[in-house]
């Protein structure tokens, strides 16, 4: 058997030695554990508050979900839930019905069933997006992020 054969047979042993400790060892989809916020808002007459949720998880920490739902399910639903795929966004109630949420625009996802009395801003440019991270109490909006404990 020549050289190079051994060596590619050695090689892909290792691969497959490898790949078995590998799935053994680190196949859980998260290395570190999720951390979630979450706070409800209370709209008017209603018994159905709304939901927020932010969420961070991932092998690294970098999947970064906040969640605007009438459900406090822990699972988003793309079809009734807004999903803001960003590290924080901002909120307002105003006259106890509605709900105002900034967000960069370019992180948001709509749902198809949008929800009653929910309104949602987009910040289009970094200039405005850093001008609300810095200002955002004194234009009287409150804020969740998922680094909020």
Known sequence: MSNSKKILLL???????GAIWFYRNWRQEEFIPAKENMTSIKLGNTNQPLYLKAKVWGVAGN???IVLSQSDSNLPNKTNDYIFYTSEVFYKVESDINVIVYAPESLISEPVNKIPNVTIK???????IKDYNNNY???????ISIYEQ
């Open 122 to 128: 987009g910040l289009k440019t970094a200039d405005e």
């Open 137 to 143: 109490q004194k234009y009287g909006l409150q804020r």
């Open 11 to 17: 090689f892909l042993a290792l691969l497959i030695v």
């Open 63 to 65: 999947h970064e979900e």
